[in-house]
């Protein structure tokens, strides 16, 4: 639990010491001080985009908005997620692994339910509490906009459901920024609602959260919780065009140059040692491409890259909002992305300056980043989204909170290791909110210490992850970590941060041990393995036999 001082100085900043005491004393009983003094608690989660990819963590892409969140605040540098849109929603939504609460793969299509129920059923289940739940408990305003999927067919995993006062955003997952459709569209609270004209995803839910947060502390000085999840940077890659045209041309030296570019920065901010070597890049050759492919692939990362500005433009409104109620001191605001930087759209991902500039509407079809250039989001990270490598499954973390921070220096690193559920667990101390007994307990760890100078492992215990046969498992400096049907590897994170000397072969004792405790895990978590379970091969292997039923015709006796 917080010490409750810091709550009374919040609460009571600017009164001399003694006026404190006496205002203490004679006013409030010291639980009421305390109830007054809960920070507002936001989680900005942004969907797909890389580890290097805003201006703190390495990146050319202006973020001033982020970046002065970071100086106000720490950054993480050892931030795990679990790899996927779902699976991290899950997780970061209820303290727990993705597989205990019913989304061990992803999350049900907006078109098709899967027809079983268990770890794997494609929707939150009703063993784990939101931190929208716990939090409302604990005397917090909920609110929420953006991007839920955790459950778009049945209603009681929606939002308004578990846990939120309100909502305004997609139950679904991916959806076009300018004009939702195909079955993916907006809803407030539980009721379908048109977008207007002027329609953009990562403005609108920006707008409403500032409303939302208004009215709350309008109504009554409880403090609030918001859950900011955008849909931006996923695809299709919706810039608008201003923000498009601010990059557009500053691709044009390819990916091993902006690896480069970005690691020499991650240096010089502190983030890694001088001598970090980044995972190379999977190719192809850069030069080797020709001119009118290099420019679609300009245009393509510039499209991405304006969709992270806008994100920081909005991060700054927030911000600004903030400030001016009063907000901003004592809200503990978390940045961070779902995973790592998306490959989906194949090696050199899709679209080009027209389909920038005139979008396909209401259809999840577009500009896709492609696995070249998320390879170069990550830097200097191996691998992408899907998968727990660093590529994969490390994300920038930004953690900001002016009042609670005031005992250290800001804008400087947390070092230590920490994931998802760790979320909850903070939320839990800060609040003083009870999690339910009744209920697996949370996975995660209070990070107040370290938020506030400790230099203590937040994680003395393990930490697993698993996403679709990918697996990976955390042991103080170790890392164990496969992909799926592949050899486990075993990396000293210490000294070896990229995953580029694998060491199983000569610490085999090391990897026999945590494979065997990985694998106890994953029985106790009801993970499938070795076999993975995979959604999308499920519903392709349903499709197919009832293809087949249809072709043969009833046969009657
Ligand atoms: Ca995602």
């Known amino acids: 639990m917080l010490n409750v001082n810091i709550f009374c100085a919040n609460v009571l900043h600017g009164f001399s010491k003694a006026a404190l005491v006496s205002v203490v004393l004679l006013a409030f009983p010291c639980s009421a001080v305390t109830a007054a003094g809960k920070p507002n608690i936001i989680v900005v989660l942004v969907d797909d985009m890389g580890f290097s990819d805003v201006g703190c963590y390495g990146s050319e892409i202006e973020t001033p908005n982020l970046d002065q969140l970071a100086s106000d605040g720490l950054r993480f540098t050892q931030f795990y997620n ?39 059923q494609g929707y939150l289940n009703n063993e784990c509490a939101t931190l929208a739940e716990v939090l409302r ?36 997952g991916a959806f076009n920024y300018f004009k939702p459709g195909g079955g993916r569209g907006m809803s407030l609270g539980n009721d379908p609602v048109e977008t207007d004209a002027g329609f953009y995803a990562t403005d609108k ?26 849909n931006a940077p996923h695809w299709p890659l919706n810039a608008k065009v201003k923000d498009f045209e601010k990059y557009k041309g500053k691709y044009t030296a390819g990916w091993d140059a902006l690896m480069k570019n970005r690691l020499a920065k991650q240096v010089e901010l502190g983030l890694f040692p001088a001598d970090t070597a980044a995972a190379p890049h999977e190719g192809p050759v850069w030069d080797g491409l020709n001119e009118k492919k290099r420019e679609e692939l300009d245009a393509i990362m510039a499209a991405y890259a304006g969709c ?15 400030r001016s109620i009063g907000q901003y001191d004592n809200t503990l605001i978390m940045f961070l992305s779902d995973n790592g930087a998306c490959q989906e759209g194949g090696i050199l991902g899709q679209g080009s300056e027209q389909m920038v500039k005139e979008p396909p509407l209401e259809t999840v079809a577009g500009v896709r980043l492609g696995q070249a250039w998320a390879n170069a989001c990550n830097t200097p990270f191996r691998l992408y989204k899907h998968f727990v490598h660093e590529g994969g499954a490390c994300t920038p973390m930004i953690a900001s909170w002016p009042d609670g921070m005031k005992q250290i220096k800001r804008g400087g690193f947390v070092r230590q290791a920490a994931y998802l559920p760790d979320v909850m667990a903070t939320c839990l101390d800060l609040s003083g909110a009870k999690y339910p007994s009744n209920l697996p307990p949370c996975a995660g760890e209070s990070m107040v210490q370290a938020l506030t100078g400790s230099h203590d492992p937040i994680h003395v215990d393990p930490v697993y992850w698993e996403h679709e046969g990918n697996a990976a498992m955390r042991w103080g400096n170790w890392k164990l970590v496969r992909e799926y049907k592949k ?45 993975r379970f995979n959604m999308y091969e499920f519903l392709r292997k349903k499709r197919n036999e009832e293809k087949q039923k249809k072709k043969q015709p009833n046969k009657k006796k």
């Open 487 to 531: 050899p486990w590897e075993l990396y000293d994170m210490e000294t070896d941060r990229t995953e580029l000397r694998d060491l199983s072969g000569v610490q085999q004792d090391k990897r026999n041990e945590m494979v065997k405790m990985w694998e106890t895990w994953a029985t106790a978590t009801q993970v499938a393995f070795p076999e």
């Open 137 to 172: 408990s604990g005397g917090y305003h909920t609110l929420m906009t953006g991007k839920w999927h955790l459950g778009l067919q049945r209603r009681e995993c929606w939002p308004m459901q578990r846990g939120f006062d309100r909502f305004y955003g997609g139950l679904s």
């Open 308 to 322: 992270i500005d806008s994100i920081d433009q909005n991060i700054g409104k927030l911000c600004d909002h903030l």
């Open 205 to 230: 839910f920006t707008d409403v959260a500032c409303d939302f947060i208004s009215d709350a502390c309008d109504t009554d000085d409880r403090p609030f919780f918001l859950y900011l999840a955008y």
């Open 82 to 120: 679990s790899g996927r849109c779902c699976p991290t929603r899950a997780s970061l939504m209820t303290g727990l692994h993705p597989h205990q609460v019913g989304i061990g793969h992803m999350t049900e299509p907006p078109e098709q339910s899967l027809g079983f129920e268990g770890p794997y």
